[in-house]
């Protein structure tokens, strides 16, 4: 989670100071909700059979989680970006 909050606010950083941000923004993307599967995942194994009730929250988080990385640009098309990105930025 820290590690996804460090590369969310450097993105946010560079969009504030009116930079290009686009793998930034992949790369948090991607990381975050990378973190959020496998996150809500370890919760639900945590939780055990309350983990799968509706009554509890972990159950919507371990649903949810998964939409997180398709939405708003797959994490498939993040990579792509990323890498498409460190090339043009790093030539060789
Ligand atoms: C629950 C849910 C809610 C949604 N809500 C909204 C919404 O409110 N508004 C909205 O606009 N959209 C919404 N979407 C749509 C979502 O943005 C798209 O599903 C997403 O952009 C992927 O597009 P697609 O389904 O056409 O998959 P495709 O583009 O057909 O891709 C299918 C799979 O192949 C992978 N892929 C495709 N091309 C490549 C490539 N070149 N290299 C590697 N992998 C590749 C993709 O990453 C994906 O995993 C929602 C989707 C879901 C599942």
Redesign the pocket.
Known sequence: MEAARLLTDSAARAYDKGLRCDMEAGMAKYFATEAAVENSMEAMRIHGAYGYSKKYNVERLYRDAP?LT????????QR?IIAKMLIARNPA
């Open positions: 939409l398709i939405g708003e640009g797959t994490n498939e098309m792509l």
